[in-house]
Structure formats: C-alpha cells, structure tokens
C-alpha cells in the first residue's frame, strides 16, 4: 500500500536556499525512510548534491546494520547502499544497547558532514522516542547537527518533547501527520530485514588472519568468555591507522593469537590497524 506523506506545499520548503541539512525524526513506522528516499530523489531529478547521513543503526539502509553511515548519492536512490563513503561501527543495532557509541558516531559523522558545502544533507533516525533515555537522545543529535529543518513524522502528538525543544530555538521544524493507517513491520520482518542486508553485505567474502598482538581492540559489550572460547560468528569492524572504520568483517575461527575473519572481497585496500569487536552474532 503507497501512501502520499507531504505535498507540495512541503516539498516548496525543502528546496529554500537557506534549508540545507534536514533531520527527520519519528517513531517507528512512520515512514522516515520512505520520505527520505522521496526527497532525495526530487533534489537529485533537479541536480542539487545529496548527502544522506544514515543513524538508524537498527534498520539502516545506507550501510549495513549496526553502522553510522554517511553517502554522497550519484544519480539514483536504492533500497540499499552496502558500501558507505564513511561509517562508525556502533556494535549495536539499537541505540540504547551502546549509547556511548551510538552518541560518539553521531558526532564523528557530523564532522564529515561539517566539509559538505552547498548540498543537501538528509538525516535519518531511527524510531527509538519512547522512553526517558530515547527523548535524551533525539535532542542531543539536534544539537550535534544543529539542522535548518527538523520534519517531525507523528500519528498522534508522540513527538511533543521535540516541538517544546525548538519551539523557541531559530530551527525550523515540521510537523507531518501520518495515517493510522500507515504499514507497520512485524519483529519477524525487521529481524528478516537486518538478516538480508548481512547477507548482502557478506554476499562475496575474502579472509583475512590477524594477529591480535600487533592491533589495537576495542571490545563493544562483549563476555570475553565468548571471546576467548568460542568467537567464531562474532561481527566485528576492521579499522585503519586512523582507527576509523572501513569495513565490518566476522571472526571464522581464533587460533591462539591469531583471528581468522571474513570480510567483503575486495573491501581491504589499507593496513588493518585495529579491530572493534561486538557481542553479535552473525551466521551467514
């Protein structure tokens, strides 16, 4: 079932000079991605430059799940980029199960996003509004962003903690009021959704041994009686001098120091420095 979400009318606001980084903000299934997608599209069909600045680390579609993700989009807009320009490995595919360094991805992608001049920037969030911690969160990515438009998608008036934030802040925002109606996705599906996107990402793999002597680590809620006993299946990002992330990778075995791990084929074109290693399991 399509459903129209904004008109025109609000379409006229997007395209204003002076609104250049847009934040989209709403619980879950309320169609924050599928609008994204549409704006992007009309901005791309007039040649403006988009940049789309994925944080939905649960249901992500611009880098696999469990990442912070940045794209500067060519020409078309899909339902998946498995490759970003720039992503931050959160170990996570919810917010509230990493804070820490679901907060800290944010703020390293603003930095990034800091050096895009003239273009479009549309950031996705996910649909974690309801509790104490969840209201904290919204707000501290508006202030990281800092956005010219906040677009508050709502069924009822669940999003009025972000209305009291901005209301007298210079921010604009938005509010777009969503259909009872409006598609709403099973556990089962956003399970089988975080499965795909694995499976797609993993689709061709390479090896890679690592000896764990020679690399920083860093360890995302993980039991390191796991680790040390039986990592095999662990998702884990592969980093660079930098320790920045360039490719997510699963351990295959552990032989005393060394770890062997799949990854992407053709995803290593640096020296692997270091390793962030998550207490998720994949099995693909």
Do not use: W
């Not at 804070?99 to 001049?117: A, D």
């Not at 508006?142 to 007298?168: A, G, H, Q, T, W």
């Amino acid at each position: 079932m399509k459903i129209k979400i904004i008109g025109n009318r609000h379409f006229e606001i997007l395209f204003q000079k002076k609104i250049n980084k847009i934040l989209l903000i709403g619980n879950v299934d309320t169609g924050k991605t599928t609008l994204l997608k549409e704006i992007a599209r009309k901005f791309i069909f007039y040649s403006i430059p988009v940049t789309i600045i994925d944080c939905d680390v649960g249901q992500s579609f611009i880098g696999p799940p469990t990442t912070i993700s940045l794209i500067k989009l060519k020409k078309n807009v899909y339902n998946f980029f498995p490759f970003p320009d720039r992503f931050y490995f959160t170990g996570a595919i919810s917010p509230s199960s990493n804070i820490i360094g679901f907060l800290t991805g944010i703020e390293k992608i603003e930095e990034v996003c800091k050096k895009e001049k003239n273009e479009k920037i549309l950031i996705d969030t996910t649909g974690y509004i309801k509790d104490k911690i969840a209201r904290e969160i919204k707000i501290h990515k508006i202030e990281v962003f800092s956005p010219d438009l906040v677009l508050l998608l709502e069924k009822k008036d669940e999003l009025f903690f972000v209305r009291n934030f901005l209301r007298y802040s210079k921010i604009k925002f938005l509010t777009i009021k969503i259909p009872e109606n409006f598609p709403v996705k099973t556990i089962t599906e956003r399970e089988e959704n975080r499965s795909e996107k694995f499976r797609r990402y993993f689709r061709i793999t390479d090896k890679i041994k690592i000896n764990i002597n020679n690399i920083s680590i860093k360890k995302i809620n993980l039991d390191e009686e796991i680790y040390l006993n039986n990592p095999d299946g662990l998702l884990l990002s592969l980093r660079d001098r930098n320790l920045n992330d360039r490719v997510l990778g699963v351990i295959s075995k552990k032989e005393r120091d060394f770890l062997e791990v799949f990854y992407p084929k053709g995803k290593i074109d640096f020296e692997v420095k270091g390793i962030a290693i998550s207490n998720i399991k994949i099995d693909f």
